[in-house]
């Protein structure tokens, strides 16, 4: 008995060693996800602990940088007279409008540029004069054409949208895996059988980068062109702050402008997430 005990107590140990290295291994790398995640706000928690002690001590001017305070107080009276809402539901149409509008026909003529080399050669040297002028660079001309109203701005953002899904849907078309391809072939698919059931999703990935980056280019369209042609939305709010010297006003419309592009970026981020996971494996490899 006692021999079958002394047998015992060593196993024991070591599944006790075992299971206390388990549960390390386990802290460690929920320690690791913890810091991971929170990584990315260092910066800007930095940033703001040296904007709250600057203004707190005297080192930068009210007029120049209102303190934190001012700034949510400004919010707060802007959200509970309704200005913060007319005018981001104001922004928020027109760039999901001319987002809409621009990675629609950005799709389109990325995919005939990718899928025909007749169009590319006819299309694609002047696709890339033109998108080789800047936004602002549009403004006069479109000013003169259809005015300071709402199509201007639908046109300038839709542009911004444009460029970037283009180029990527292009690229995602022509870079589909030549074994896929083949594989239809055999198969006896057709040119547009191999073009939805083939060429399309092996194009996700890059065709999700685009449209990404088209929000991007897209959100500081919006902004741009409210700065210099609005009497509404979160830039008009930036022009009329700056024009009264309210710089707590420009601050506080600034910091809706980086939380709501950040908010939907982070939404496009998992959207694209959900669509890589969701692609067979043939077109991940």
């Known amino acids: 008995m006692s021999k079958a005990i002394d047998q015992w107590q060593p196993l024991s140990k ?21 810091a991971w995640h929170l990584a990315p706000w260092l910066l800007p928690a930095a940033l703001f602990t040296l904007w709250s002690i600057g203004c707190a001590r005297g080192w930068i001017a009210p007029q120049i940088l209102p303190p934190p305070q001012q700034v949510f107080d400004t919010l707060r009276d802007l959200a509970a007279s309704g200005d913060l ?14 987002f809409g ?16 080399r007749t169009v590319e050669a006819y299309v694609l040297p002047a696709f890339n004069a033109l998108v ?25 953002i839709a542009h911004a949208a444009l460029v970037p899904v283009t180029l990527s849907t292009m690229q995602g078309v022509r870079n589909t895996p030549a074994p896929l391809d083949e594989a239809a072939r055999v198969f ?3 040119r547009w059988q191999r073009v939805a059931h083939v060429v399309f999703p092996a194009a996700v990935p890059t065709l999700a980068t685009g449209v990404r980056l088209a ?14 042609a609005s ?14 010297f309210q710089l707590d006003l420009v601050m506080a419309s600034v910091v809706i402008v980086g939380a ?8 496009l981020d998992a959207l694209e997430a959900r669509l890589r996971r969701g692609q067979p494996s043939a077109f991940r490899e």
Do not use: C, D, M
């Open 215 to 228: 929000f991007t280019k897209a959100w500081l369209a919006l902004v741009v062109v409210e700065l210099v």
């Open 260 to 267: 709501i592009g950040f908010a939907i970026n982070r939404l």
């Open 188 to 190: 006896g698919y057709s």
């Open 85 to 98: 809402a007319h005018h981001t539901l104001v922004s928020l149409q027109r760039v999901l409008v001319g």
């Open 14 to 34: 070591r599944a006790t060693r075992n299971t206390a290295s388990e549960v390390s291994e386990h802290t460690q790398r929920r320690a690791r996800a913890v």
């Open 231 to 244: 009497s509404e939305g979160l830039g008009y709010l930036i022009v009329y702050g700056r024009q009264l």
């Open 101 to 116: 509008v621009g990675t629609l026909a950005g799709l389109l003529i990325g995919a005939a540029l990718g899928l025909s």
């Open 132 to 156: 080789q002028i800047p936004v602002l660079g549009w403004l006069s001309f479109l000013l003169l054409l259809v005015g300071v109203g709402e199509p201007l701005k639908y046109i300038l």
